[in-house]
């Protein structure tokens, strides 16, 4: 019922830019949080960055003033765009979000996963 979806993950060189986007559809009452996680080979799974409704938002020491994170809560949509990548940025990154559906039931939601490849 509920779908997460990313999209923008590939390859790009160190030093380049990629935005990743994320929509969560179907069956939703509301909202709480939507960020982007990431796990790279042998790594466990990270918090990228993440931003409630309320305004929170935090990012990972490794990423802050390089990625930011923009939701559009009308289109329960949530981007990150990624500058001055690196190698060490390579990982799987997923969606997440934190939501109610119609019957008022929250859980928590992820995507498949875009992969993102930084290498020369």
């Known amino acids: 019922q509920v779908h997460v979806v990313e999209t923008g993950g590939g390859l790009v060189q160190p030093g380049g830019s990629l935005t990743l986007s994320c929509t969560a559809s179907?069956?939703?009452?509301?909202?709480?949080?939507m960020g982007w996680y990431r796990q790279a080979p042998g790594n466990e799974r990270e918090l990228v960055a993440i931003?409630?409704?309320?305004?929170?938002?935090n990012y990972a020491d490794s990423v802050k003033g390089r990625f930011t994170i923009s939701r559009d809560l009308a289109k329960n949509t949530v981007s990150l765009r990624m500058n001055s990548l690196k190698s060490e940025d390579t990982a799987l990154y997923y969606c997440?979000?934190?939501?109610?559906?119609?019957?008022?039931?929250?859980?928590?939601?992820w995507g498949q996963g875009t992969q993102v490849t930084v290498s020369s």
């Open positions: 997440n979000t934190n939501l109610q559906t119609p019957n008022f039931q929250w859980g928590t939601y």
């Open positions: 179907g069956s939703i009452n509301r909202i709480n949080t």
């Open positions: 931003k409630s409704n309320d305004g929170y938002t």
